[in-house]
């Protein structure tokens, strides 16, 4: 895809043609590409692939080539070419390619942050950048600099050699931890690593719904969790989600109960029941809703992509 001209974006080049170099190594083609590293994933589509609904773990997802949008909550972010979306929290989301061709293919690459090797790298740096404003979104989009492009040409080529992989994976971790923390969006970042900021307390509100998602939890318990008011809670949830507690909560259960049917066979009523909905109607609607067609078909739909796309 031809970019303008500006000199203060890193060319796209040399990593994207190591991650096509990969890919081919692979046998080619389109997909979800996986690697030996935890949570380091390729991607390549030649037309634009339905929306996913998933959810994301705190990641950096970086566009080689072509454009991506997402949908969190109410919130769509735009991305596109050595761009790169930064998701400090776990979220649930729908993203999907924008344009892509055989000509002209969606590329990227997606590397999930972990927070504690975050947390250890800024705990040793001698001048950690202040965190910004409590509130802002856990999910925003920046450009890739020339350092943190580097680092991930570091993945890309410890992806092509797994033995190395195993032995230098956590020490690139530290360095995409490092980058991304003395970056032009380490104000940002270093609220997930900090002890006691309001999305480190959001943090285990989330923690407490994913462990009891096929329940009801009052908006109260989930405040006690984040130490904070139930009216601050909610407020600094849905600043930060684009979501409220029970909408967050709805769409752990709708893609637990997907899971249920594409992995473990349940029907439509048993995953109804197993993710806490007393009525499999009402759960056809809402997961209609939220994934564009009915359950059933969803499951069909969503086995063939997974068919097309797992290498």
Not at 102 to 130: K, Y
């Amino acid at each position: 895809m031809a970019q303008k001209s500006d000199p203060a974006r890193v060319s796209p080049a040399p990593l994207l043609a190591a991650v096509e170099d990969f890919i081919e190594s692979r046998g080619g083609g389109q997909g979800h590409f996986s690697t030996t590293m935890d949570g380091v994933h390729i991607m390549r589509a030649f037309q634009e692939v339905m929306p996913i609904r998933r959810m994301y773990k705190p990641s950096l997802c970086v566009v080689l080539n072509g454009a991506k949008e997402i949908l969190f909550g109410d919130t769509t972010l735009h991305y596109g070419v050595m761009e790169c979306l930064i998701v400090s929290l776990e979220l649930p989301a729908k993203g999907w390619m924008v344009g892509a061709t055989h000509e002209d293919p969606f590329t990227g690459i997606n590397i999930e942050i972990d927070v504690s090797v975050l947390r250890e790298v800024l705990q040793q740096l001698p001048a950690p950048q202040r965190p910004g404003p409590l509130s802002d979104s856990c999910a925003f989009v920046g450009q890739v600099d020339a350092p943190l492009a580097d680092c991930m040409m570091r993945f890309v080529r410890l992806a092509q050699a797994p033995d190395a992989a195993a032995m230098l994976y956590p020490s690139a971790m530290r360095e995409l931890c490092y980058w991304l923390l003395t970056g032009p969006y380490g104000h940002k970042i270093a609220k997930l690593a900090l002890p006691e900021t309001h999305t480190e307390r959001i943090a285990r509100a989330i923690c407490l719904l994913r462990e009891n998602f096929n329940r009801t939890l009052r908006v109260e318990e989930l405040a006690e969790a984040a130490r904070m008011s139930a009216s601050s809670f909610h407020h600094h949830f849905k600043a930060m989600t684009s979501m409220t507690p029970v909408q967050y909560q709805k769409q752990l259960r709708l893609l637990e109960a997907r899971r249920l049917m594409v992995s473990e066979a349940a029907n439509v009523s048993e995953a109804a029941y197993q993710v806490g909905y007393e009525s499999a109607s009402q759960f056809s609607r809402e997961y209609s809703r939220a994934f564009g067609s009915a359950p059933k078909r969803d499951v069909m739909n969503y086995k063939a992509l997974m068919a097309v796309g797992q290498r």
